[in-house]
């Protein structure tokens, strides 16, 4: 199988991480690194996709969000607007997906499956809907509800950005925004649906296990700077 490096990388800024990824993939894309598969949190953030309604999908004021500590930033991912916060793993895979894996509809399917599997470890089922991307668990009584999300880039094959997977997160944040366009679904995390606490080293742990297995990678060298 081919190598994938795991970097957790503990809070990292989104500027911080936006350059990080910028160059991982000119240096995966000139083989001097393997697929790398970068794991983070960041402090309270809006990022605001290609769609060229995002901004609009805001419904604090910049007032708001200033006294929250919340930035904003546009990015080069697919979707529309989505919050990054602390209790949120998320993932940037820089893979080569030359020769085998160019499809960019298998790519973000095979996305949510991670998130599925880490659901299941947890005796959560989780799926997902037609015609919205990510993975949601349903409620019985408030209906389909988002537990991670996903936006990506890919630039001649080679992948960034990613997928944000609600482990502990504040869901009030989520009330800033129109979380990814979508009007009439909830959003939820790891530890509201089960009612336990959850920890995120473990959530990490997890999702690397389930990303290595499901694209096939060997993990050979894990990097923790948090």
Known sequence: ????EVRRLGVVPYAEALEL?????EERRAGHIPDTLLL??????????????????????TERLEALGVEVFDT???GDVTYHGPGQVVGYPILDLNPDRRDVHRYVRDIEEVMIRVCARHGV????????????????????????????????WITSHGFA???????DYFGLIVPCGITD???TSLEAVTGRPQAIPDAETALADEFAALFERDVTHSISTS
């Open 185 to 187: 679904r909830g959003v």
């Open 1 to 4: 199988m081919r190598p994938l």
């Open 125 to 156: 089922e989780a799926g997902r809907i037609r015609g919205l991307s990510g993975t949601w668990v349903t409620h019985l009584e408030r209906g389909p509800e988002k537990i991670g999300a996903i936006g990506v880039r890919i630039s001649r």
């Open 165 to 171: 997977f609600n482990v502990s997160t504040s869901l």
């Open 21 to 25: 990824q910028k160059r991982l993939v």
């Open 76 to 78: 080069g991912r697919g």
């Open 40 to 61: 983070l949190q960041h402090p309270h953030v809006l990022t605001v996709g290609v769609k060229k309604d995002g901004r609009s999908h805001i419904l604090a004021s």
